[in-house]
């Protein structure tokens, strides 16, 4: 029997405490408040995906922060604190810590790609034949916003250039190396930076129900 298990990566929607890069052009309290907006939003579209956990890893797990993302974060997601002291070794233990539940497939996800289509994704995980080859969802800036394992891969994952866009293109190397066909689904963009946010209220603008709650954010607030 297969059993699938879902994470995102996430910060508290604090004012000052999430999506830095943005903080030049908006103020703290709006970029909390779209931060917010964007977590729901890529939770509720990764329930697309059938599996039997659904974890929320927080990389600032204060008592705040936990109060904070609990208000957000609704079931059937479970609060996780993240542990690592940089990126490579907080996903390494999130990825440890799903296949722990007694998945036999891991997926993880950023939370800053709300209107990123999950049809691919869903459609990769549940493919039974190719269950044993990782999946990729690459981000147009080199990086990735999804990445799913059928096993834990520390060799794939270990210091991976992070913040480059040279992510993507290690993890192909890796992958060949370690004779793994990885599965790359169709690219999207992350909302980083200031210019990003132009971008996502024009798409949204169009086409709201790729991101329904922050659609609704980016109107209400001006």
């Known amino acids: 029997m297969t059993t699938t298990a879902v994470g995102v990566l996430a910060s508290a929607p604090l004012a000052g405490r999430c999506k830095p890069g943005l903080l030049a052009a908006h103020c703290p309290v709006w970029v909390a408040g779209l931060h917010a907006a964007m977590l729901r939003d890529t939770l509720d579209g990764l329930q697309a995906v059938d599996a039997a956990h659904y974890l929320?890893?927080?990389?600032?797990?204060?008592?705040?922060?936990?109060?904070?993302?609990?208000?957000?974060?609704?079931?059937?997601?479970?609060?996780?604190?993240?542990?690592?002291?940089?990126?490579?070794?907080?996903?390494?233990?999130?990825?440890?810590?799903?296949?722990?539940?007694?998945?036999?497939?891991?997926?993880?996800?950023?939370?800053?790609?709300?209107?990123?289509?999950?049809?691919?994704?869903?459609?990769?995980?549940?493919?039974?034949?190719?269950?044993?080859?990782?999946?990729?969802?690459?981000?147009?800036?080199?990086?990735?916003?999804?990445?799913?394992?059928p096993r834990p891969l520390p060799r794939l994952l270990h210091d991976l250039p992070w913040g480059t866009p040279a992510v993507l293109e290690t993890l192909r190397v890796r992958a060949r190396a370690e004779a793994l066909t990885l599965r790359e689904l169709p690219a999207w963009y992350d909302v980083d930076h200031p210019s990003d946010v132009l971008r996502l209220v024009d798409e949204l603008r169009k086409h709201p129900e790729r991101a329904p709650r922050t659609a609704q954010f980016l109107v209400t607030s001006g």
């Open 56 to 149: 929320v890893f927080v990389d600032d797990a204060d008592a705040e922060a936990l109060a904070t993302l609990a208000r957000h974060v609704p079931g059937p997601w479970e609060l996780v604190a993240q542990v690592g002291a940089d990126r490579g070794e907080r996903l390494e233990h999130a990825f440890a810590t799903l296949f722990a539940r007694g998945a036999s497939f891991a997926v993880l996800a950023a939370s800053d790609a709300p209107s990123a289509p999950n049809d691919a994704l869903v459609e990769a995980v549940s493919d039974t034949v190719r269950r044993d080859d990782p999946v990729v969802a690459p981000s147009e800036d080199g990086g990735y916003h999804v990445l799913g394992l």
